[in-house]
């Protein structure tokens, strides 16, 4: 198979800095897309990988799931894009296409799909590499259109922050009469709060810090609990349709579970791992309360968000920087100190 090589950023070990790398990229095939990129988000999955967090990083690694660019060349057979078009690609670059799931538009819970990065390329038999990289050869089944009159550097969040928090949205048929809280005011909870405000719902956030009341309601929400103010929470008992919990540390699940209405759900988005402390179940048992997890979204549910956005003029709130400061960004991200989400400019990485 021809390839090209192409520059990229990623990292070598768990411990090592994200440095300038030569990748290679297969020259398209007759269903491929080239894409050269033009942004690329900054993910907290990013970083977790990069550093081996999850324990499953094949090195080297290329991180970056939020990719904006414009199409450069196609394969012969394609018929969903053509050269020119502002297209996106998110967390997926494959999957099976033949299970249950694939057809049903539900690739992101296919046994086999295939990560942006971190996956198995079947092409080159290598892992699959992301977007913090010049160029991307992605199958036009995994290729999404973009509403070109939107920011294009704040669309790039929509391919993993916005459909993280869009997916369950749509599937617990949030509507005008829903009634939705956040927990966080993250990259993920600031999406959140802005899809369920367009889609007509009453939106609460639940934060620790006051600081952050005005910037939630700027953002559509109609009310904010501090999480740590007994009264407020005891006020909030039995308000909510559905809470999505944004938060990606490990924290008590049970308060926001009572503040649930009967039949409400509470839909973990951002923590993986075991709960501690555990789940106290009298409440749920006494309302038929639910406690879920969503993954990303399929890419027809993908295409649906990036079609919203446009009609609503939805982008996220990002902070624009260069390729060579990605370290100093993951440090950042750390301590919560970008608002809301970093984008980076893939002009540096040619420079």
């Known amino acids: 198979m ?24 297969r020259e398209a095939l007759e269903k491929d897309i080239e894409i050269d990129i033009l942004y690329c988000g900054v993910c907290h999955s990013d970083l977790h ?31 969903k894009h ?37 996956g198995y390329d079947k092409h080159l038999e290598t892992n699959t590499h992301g977007g913090y990289s010049e160029t991307i050869v992605v199958d036009e089944a995994f290729v999404l259109s973009v509403p070109e009159h939107l920011d294009l550097a704040g669309v790039a969040p929509v391919l993993c922050a916005g459909i993280t928090t869009w997916s ?47 910037d939630a309601k700027a953002l559509g929400a109609h009310d904010v609990v501090i999480s740590t103010d007994e009264a407020q929470m005891e006020k909030a ?26 039949n409400g759900t509470l839909v973990i988005l951002g923590y993986l791992g075991p709960l501690d402390p555990p789940l106290v179940t009298v409440p749920m ?27 609503h003029n939805i982008t996220s709130e990002i902070e624009v920087i260069n390729m060579q400061d ?10 919560s100190d970008v608002k809301y989400r970093f984008v980076i400019d893939m002009k540096s990485l040619k420079n």
């Not at 939705?180 to 620790?208: D, N, W, Y």
């Not at 308000?239 to 990606?248: H, K, N």
Request: hydrophobic share 40%.
């Open 49 to 79: 990988f990069a550093r081996n967090d999850w324990g499953m990083t094949q090195y080297p690694v290329v991180p970056g799931h939020e990719i904006v660019g414009k199409i450069t060349k196609v394969g012969d057979k394609v018929t």
């Open 168 to 214: 369950p949205l749509r599937f617990w048929n949030v509507n005008e009469n829903s009634k939705v809280a956040v927990v966080g005011l993250g990259g993920l909870g600031h999406m959140a709060i802005k899809l369920a405000h367009a889609l007509g719902a009453h939106v609460t956030l639940f934060s620790r810090s006051p600081n952050k009341i005005a």
């Open 237 to 262: 008992m039995g308000q909510f349709d559905l809470i999505l919990d944004t938060v990606p540390y490990e924290h008590d699940f049970n308060p926001y579970i009572s503040t649930l209405n009967t």
């Open 2 to 25: 021809k390839t090209k090589q192409v520059k990229a950023y990623g990292t070598e070990s768990a411990e090592a800095d994200l440095k300038a790398l030569q990748i290679d990229r």
């Open 82 to 118: 053509k050269v020119g078009d502002i297209v996106a690609v998110g967390c997926l670059v494959d999957s099976c296409r033949t299970c249950n799931n694939c057809k049903n538009d539900l690739e992101q819970y296919c046994p086999e799909w295939v990560g942006t990065y971190g």
């Open 285 to 311: 048992i006494m309302g038929r309360k639910s406690l879920a997890g969503s993954l990303i979204g399929g890419i027809a549910e993908t295409q649906e968000l990036l079609d919203f956005c446009g009609k």
């Open 326 to 335: 990605i370290n100093t960004a993951y440090e950042r991200m750390l301590k």
